[in-house]
């Protein structure tokens, strides 16, 4: 019940239990996650054998790759980079046009594409997947077949997985772009209007700065969900293994605390990103990682 | 007049450009395709026929049913415990810790999912495989003489779904129940309400689109997982994204694997209109509550 | 006489850094409608949560009924609050919001709506019980709202300013409809405001409350005719203040100069001395304007001042005048007659008031 209301002993002590057990459970992953990355033992398992920085600094000379010897995983931590910052840039683009076209448009079958824009978002992220997938590969097959040309970014690979994760994170920008839109106080643009500003003027002085916190969230979120996103990339993945879908090839064989270590690093990286976005007061939300 | 309604026109245009294209050609064709795919057979090499084969392939082969039943059946579960664990902590978040508190909680529960889901359930394997954190302190509690494994069973998977869902549950719930003014918990206590009666009368109807809201994503996103049961449930997870990858990937056979891609959307969409018809909630309004 | 409907008894509430209740004690009459008038901020509110029960005091006792409501619920008070906001749930129709507080109470489906409806039907609503909360006007909402408590039957309703959310023209009619509804119920009312026109026309008696105590507690006409402090004669009707030093206070009437030489004699009230700082006030109905001193009543003291600018309001005209001498703003209400209706800014004026109608009391610290 609410403060202001009585709430006997039982309740307040269940509560607290509560709190305490689900904020536990919340943590217990990451924090063993964590440790184990010190740990002084081939596998991230106990007992615990004494601290080591081996799984961030060991190389064959040691016995042991560390991450920053591991270039394989290196390379993946890379490739995430790349297709994050394209599937960033995207959205961004998108998420901003399409935010324009439902706030300020008019046109008929409005309301069916503002609709239609949600779906990627209630679309399972594996059949996202394999629907780009089959579709580009038809593409390319047709283009071979009747222009024999070669068009090798249809095929499984990079720039497919960016497609793919485009997809659906183009909604959430949306989404965040337009609310920040839709609450945009429109007298603000006539009154500059008023005082002589062109519209291309009005764009860049007033809505601009007035999106800048959507936009830079959006950025944010667009990255992080892209650098975590698995379903859909485990579908459309060629040669370049991003990150993810390193990670879980290596988990399935029994992985070395190396994973840990990425994994620490991953961590802190995230949560420096999220910390940093609330203090500007954006709206952190981290979204699927479908 | 003429020229501003031609610029008009322009803009709507170039607004418009970016969203068709992409939900064109990522979104709409790709479906389409995947539906034409699963539509037909092989019947020799680069020859297909329209046909209903894939379909009746899933419902003749026991096995293929069993885990789509099995993983609607889950998800449903792994929804319904996701609810019941994310409530009490929503309410904690809303209505008892006050101001700055009721935010920090609300940033601590975010925290763990701005990490990838792969670094959440590589914490999980650490703590729950034979050689884990958890069986060895089970046998040091004296609970167990050897360490057993808590991998690949079904509760774990579940316990691994509910813990990647929280935060979609959590958002959703806090942003509704913030909404819910103190004064109409106050009016019903006053008039006579107690705890019980409040939840059902007053804080349930108000909070059902943010419950409905919840539970749709929640329910989607563990249909559509991929991660967790193969990683928690190993062999043993009978999961359905793995038979379309396994068609999809390892058999290409793209044909059933579309099949069966149709099948686990028509299950998802079907599940979300049953839950909207329900709770009497329109899809637009519940989708930009989350 | 029959025991109160509400006694407190030396009721305190402390915050963190502020005392928002200090030592209150007064009591409500049966059937009789109570108003604590107050600035935001003085403590009203926080008082009234604590007779409905949201609230414990830190000392002192509260007893409604007579009996002391010393760790009883608010939902085992018989006390019923009608909230700010109103508080009617959006999820339920009227009828189901005036049948919810007798649910609660186990009674059966059949009866909770006979008695819904009957309720609904004494505050002029009674086709509206199948209605959706937010068909209602405003007007309606407060009259469903006042329904949901009283339906119930309660020794005590405590109204947390139910009219300030309303537009000036419906709150002046929903005044009139609240005293016709409490006359026609009988109930006890607490009602609390910072209105002080709603608090006069509405009560019974008043609290005035600053500070996290009463300065004054009495009818609305001893609060309007017979201030007690600086506080309530500024706070309660328009009032001019001066603010000057006694220069004779022999007799009920003392004579004050302002620093820049206006004399006035006002009637003194509480402890003065001749020398002392003092806040003389004077209602502007109590003044008389004329054109020439020989139209002013014999045997008041005189004073000269032109016009600044004239408020014409219908029944409630005024004009602003500047005293001839210490330039000071003085009010007065204009008569009816239309005497004045060609009354022009910087026109010279004189006029005069009854010194056992204005009053003085000693200057507060820091006023």
């Known amino acids: 019940m609410i403060p202001s209301l009585p709430r006997p002993a039982w309740l307040r002590t269940a509560t607290a239990a509560y709190l305490i057990a689900f904020l536990a459970f919340l943590f217990l992953p990451l924090i063993v996650v964590a440790v184990f990355a010190f740990n002084d033992a081939p596998y991230p398992a106990p007992p615990w054998r004494g601290f080591t920085l081996d799984w961030f600094l060991g190389n064959s000379s040691s016995g042991r790759t560390g991450l920053f010897a591991d270039s394989e995983l290196l390379g993946s931590i890379w490739t995430s980079c790349i297709v994050a910052a394209c599937v960033t840039v995207l959205s961004a683009i998108v998420g901003m046009t399409n935010a324009f076209l439902i706030e300020r448009g008019r046109f008929p079958g409005k309301q069916v594409l503002s609709i239609l824009m949600l779906a990627p978002l209630v679309i399972p992220g594996v059949i996202l997947g394999i629907s780009i997938l089959a579709f580009a590969s038809r593409v390319a097959d047709f283009a071979d077949d009747t222009l024999g040309l070669e068009l090798d970014f249809l095929r499984p690979g990079l720039p497919l997985v960016v497609l793919g994760q485009f997809s659906y994170i183009a909604t959430i920008a949306t989404l965040t772009i337009s609310a920040r839109l839709r609450r945009f106080d429109r007298t603000l643009e006539e009154a500059a209007l008023n005082l002589g500003a062109s519209k291309a003027a009005v764009f860049r002085t007033i809505l601009l700065p007035y999106l800048r916190p959507a936009l830079l969230g959006s950025a944010a979120i667009s990255f992080l969900m892209s650098f975590a996103d698995f379903n859909t990339t485990l579908m459309l993945v060629g040669a370049d293994t991003p990150l993810t879908v390193m990670m879980y090839g290596r988990m399935r064989e029994g992985a070395t605390p190396v994973l840990n270590a990425v994994s620490l690093f991953l961590m802190i990286a995230s949560v420096v990103l999220a910390l940093t976005l609330l203090r500007r007061g954006g709206s952190p939300r981290p979204k699927p990682d479908e | 007049m003429r020229d501003s309604r031609w610029h008009g026109r322009l803009a709507l245009g170039l607004l418009l450009a970016p969203a068709l294209l992409w939900l064109g050609a990522l979104i709409v064709l790709p479906h389409v395709d995947l539906a034409v795919l699963s539509f037909r057979e092989r019947t020799g090499p680069r020859v297909y026929t329209p046909s209903l084969a894939q379909y009746k392939t899933f419902f003749a082969e026991p096995l293929y049913w069993h885990v789509f039943v099995r993983t609607a059946i889950m998800s449903v579960i792994a929804t319904f415990l996701t609810l019941l664990l994310a409530f009490p902590i929503a309410w904690i978040i809303a209505k008892l810790a006050r101001g700055r508190a009721g935010s920090l909680l609300f940033i601590i529960c975010l925290i763990p999912f701005w990490v990838s889901e792969t670094v959440r359930t590589l914490g999980w394997m650490i703590l729950l495989r034979e050689s884990g954190v958890l069986p060895a302190l089970l046998v040091k509690l004296g609970l167990t003489a050897v360490p057993v494994e808590l991998l690949y069973r079904d509760a774990t998977i579940l316990v691994g779904l509910v813990y990647t869902s929280l935060l979609f549950m959590v958002v959703p719930l806090v942003s509704s129940l913030e909404s819910l003014d103190n004064s109409l918990i106050e009016a019903a206590y006053d008039l006579g309400a107690g705890g019980f009666s409040i939840l059902r009368t007053i804080v349930i109807p108000h909070a059902a689109p943010g419950i409905t809201a919840g539970c749709i994503v929640v329910f989607m996103l563990t249909l559509g997982n991929y991660l967790t049961p193969t990683l928690l449930g190993g062999k043993n997870s009978q999961w359905f994204t793995e038979q379309i990858y396994t068609q999809f990937i390892t058999r290409f056979n793209w044909e059933q694997g579309a099949a069966f891609g149709f099948l686990l959307l028509g299950l998802s969409t079907a599940l979300v209109m049953l839950g909207l018809r329900a709770s009497g909630q329109r899809f637009g309004d519940v989708m930009r509550r989350t | ?367």
Not at chain 3, 91 to 113: D, P, Y
Not at chain 3, 158 to 176: F, S
Request: glycine share 10%.
């Open chain 3, 1 to 367: 006489m029959s025991t109160p409907d509400l006694v407190a008894d030396a009721v305190v509430k402390r915050f963190a850094d502020h005392v928002a209740v200090d030592s209150l004690s007064f009591t409500v009459e049966r059937g009789s409608f109570f108003s604590i008038l107050g600035p935001s901020g003085c403590g009203k509110t926080t008082l009234l949560r604590m007779i409905a029960g949201f609230i414990a005091p830190d000392s002192g006792d509260i007893a409604i009924g007579g009996k002391s409501m010393q760790g009883v619920a608010p939902n085992r008070r018989p006390v019923n609050m009608v909230f700010q906001q109103l508080a009617l749930f959006p999820m339920m129709s009227v009828g189901e919001n005036v049948a919810f507080g007798l649910a609660r109470r186990g009674m059966g489906r059949a009866e909770r709506v006979k008695r819904s409806i009957a309720m609904l039907e004494r505050v002029g609503l009674g086709s509206a019980a199948d209605k959706r909360v937010d068909e209602l006007s405003g007007g309606q909402r407060q009259r469903v709202a006042i329904a949901r408590s009283l339906v119930l039957e309660p020794t005590l309703l405590l109204l947390d300013e139910p009219l300030g959310a309303l537009d000036l023209k419906l709150r002046e009619h929903m005044k009139i409809e609240l005293k016709q509804l409490q006359a026609s119920f009988g109930t006890t009312f607490v009602y609390i405001t910072h209105d002080q026109s709603e608090a006069l026309v509405l009560s019974d008696h008043v609290g005035v409350m600053s500070h996290g105590r009463f300065e004054q507690l009495g009818t609305p006409q001893d609060l309007y005719y017979r201030p007690q402090t600086p506080f309530v004669a500024g706070f309660v009707g328009a009032n001019n203040r001066i603010v000057g030093r006694t220069t004779e206070t022999d007799g009920a009437v003392a004579e004050i100069a302002t620093t820049d030489g206006w004399v006035v004699r006002a009637l003194k009230s509480g402890a003065i001395a001749t020398g002392d700082a003092v806040e003389v006030f004077v209602r502007p109905e109590v003044a008389i304007l004329a054109r020439s001193a020989a139209e002013l009543p014999p045997g008041q003291p005189h004073h000269a001042g032109d016009v600044q600018s004239v408020l014409f309001d219908g029944a409630n005209s005024a004009v602003l005048l500047q005293e001839a001498r210490s330039r000071r703003e003085f009010r007065i209400a204009l008569p009816q007659t239309g005497q004045f209706s060609d009354l022009k800014p910087q026109e010279k004026v004189m006029f005069s008031f009854d010194p056992s109608r204005a009053v003085c009391f000693p200057a507060r610290t820091g006023a």
